[in-house]
Structures are given as structure tokens and as C-alpha cells.
């Protein structure tokens, strides 16, 4: 499906001014009624409600538009003007689009990002939000902006991600040996299948179904909040809430939009934002657990096991972490040393 046109020319040369209309203001040729017209704001997502980023955007583009009293207005847009997350983050450097979020694409589009992939670094979900929102959060808004042209509004997550497999409960990682499971087309997902054991099949999301079908894998990974709406159940019996990666993204803002804000609007948005990252937080983690999972998959035919973590992630200690240590050594000691 081809993404929609971006935006109109004249709407396009609006946003990729330093702050639109008060731009004009700051020339000194604004006309009479310029003063009364609300600074348009575009905020494109490839997904719509209710998916649940979708829900999560939406709510924060009404709620600055709401509270800026007349100042600025937020138009949310999901599903509609573009259906790729690389599609988004290049009209927000491009100032095409003021604000949006990579998604699940994160550490393809940031790839500083992808060391909240390495397996088992980020043990729970307090130990993320500690590391998010302190130092560590605070070196990837400098870097980003300095790098990429994008200011940080928040960071929030689709979850830990599990295993799914049709063949029996994985308990312990010697239950992983031999078991051929899809991974995205990514080298930090290949590490962490086989680094744990089992046998990395790297594959788009749109082949999974028919090649658990078929035979060619045995299972796969996804959040429990995943596993209905993508219909995993159809191929799998077992559900095991390993927690290997925790699936780490952001939303960001185009840097010139955010340096022609007043500090009082740059404000509204940082406390929105800091809004809108504890309801996704929170909605997130109530669906990511056992009880959760068993609630929503049992009644489909899986079975669900909570193994101890504690196995895992010392084998992926051994056999995934010192190359990612490496690679990730700007952020790597201050990730570690942070206590949940």
C-alpha cells in the first residue's frame, strides 16, 4: 500500500520554518490576525488506535493541543499518512513532520538504541525506567540531537519479549538446544537465540506463520501483548515468559520545531510527555505477566511457564555480552551499575 502524500506545499514550507507563524512575528511582518492562529504541529504513526502506541499518541496530541489554551495545535495522523517507521523518522529530520516515534524499529533507525536489546541488560522493568529516565536517558537526548537533529521528548517500551514454540515448555536453557526459532533480520536477535541455545531463523514478521506451519521454525518471541492480536496461538502450544530482550523505543520531536517553542511550550510537552510515558508504561506492564498471559492465551489452548530467569541470563553473560559490551561502551558501566 503506497504511504499517502506528506503534506501540502504551503503546509510543508509552515512547518519546516522555525516555529511557523512566530517566525514571521519574529521578522516583523506577521499579519493582524497571525496572533490568534495556533502553531500546527503534525504527528504522524504507522499505527492507529487501539493499538496501543496509537491510543498513546493520540491522547498526547489532544492533551497540548487542549492545554496550550489556543497556542499550538497537535494533529495526530495513524495509519493514514505513512505506513513505515523509516518513513516516519525522516519526515521528522526533514521538519516534514514535527513529532513521531520509530517503534519497534528503533535501534535500526537509532542505533544507539539497540543496547537495550542485548539480552538480559535490562532486567526488569524498573531497572529500565531508572536507566531511561536518568543519565543514561539524558546522554541519548544529547546525542540525538547533536547526530540526528531530534529532541527527546520521552522513552517508553512494547514490552519484554518471550518465547512461543510448538514444542515443549522451555523451563531451563537447555530446553532451547536444537529448537529452530524465527528472530527479527537482526544481529543482536540472531546473538541472542543462539547465544541462549537454540537456532536463530532470521525472517520477516509476514513469513513467520506459514513457516511455523510448515515445519521450518519451531516457534518465535514476542510480548505478551502481542500474542492474540498476531494470532500466534494458531502455530504454538507453549509460552514461556522468558524476558530475553526488552523492546526499548523513544518519541522525538524535529530540533527546530523545539528550538522555535517558547520555554513555557517547551515545557508543556516535556510534562506531557512525562504523562503520556507513565500511562504507556503502565499499560504496558499490567499486560506483561503471567497472570496476564495465562488469562489471554490459556483460554486459546497454550500453556504458559514462568521459568527462573536467573540461568538465562548468566548464559547470555557468557556468550552474548562481551561483544555488545564492546560495541556499547559509551553507555554500557552506567546501564550495569544502576539498581532497580
Known sequence: MNARPL?????????????????????????????TQPKKLVLPSITPPPEASGVMLEWMAKEITARSKGELQVDFFGGSLMTKEIDVMNAVKSGNAAIGTPSGAAATIFPEMGVFLVPYLIQNYPHAYKVLNGSVGDKLDAIFQKKYGVKVLFFFDLGFRHFWNS?????????????????????????TVNGLGAVAVPLGWAEVITAAQQGVIDGADLPVVNMVPLKAYEVSKYYSLTAHNYGSTL?????????????????????????????????????????????????????????????????AMDKVWPAYQKQYAELWDEIVSVKA
Not at 509552515?14 to 493582524?32: D, M
Not at 515443549?168 to 529448537?179: A, H, S, T
Not at 500511562?279 to 489471554?296: H, L
Open 7 to 35: 503534506l501540502p506545499t504551503p503546509r510543508r514550507r509552515l512547518l519546516k520554518t522555525a516555529g511557523g507563524l512566530a517566525g514571521i512575528l519574529a521578522l516583523g511582518r506577521a499579519p493582524a490576525f497571525a496572533q
Open 167 to 191: 514444542k515443549r515448555p522451555i523451563n531451563e536453557p537447555r530446553d532451547l538446544r536444537g529448537m529452530k526459532l524465527r528472530t527479527q533480520p537482526s544481529k543482536v536477535f540472531t546473538d
Open 251 to 315: 518519541t522525538v520531536m524535529n530540533l527546530e520545531m523545539w528550538n522555535g517553542l517558547r520555554p513555557a511550550q517547551q515545557k508543556l510537552f516535556l510534562d506531557v510527555g512525562r504523562e503520556t510515558q507513565g500511562r504507556s508504561r503502565e499499560a504496558m506492564e499490567s499486560v506483561d505477566s503471567e497472570a496476564s498471559a495465562k488469562s489471554q492465551l490459556e483460554p486459546v489452548g497454550m500453556k504458559i511457564n514462568a521459568p527462573d530467569r536467573e540461568p538465562f541470563r548468566k548464559l
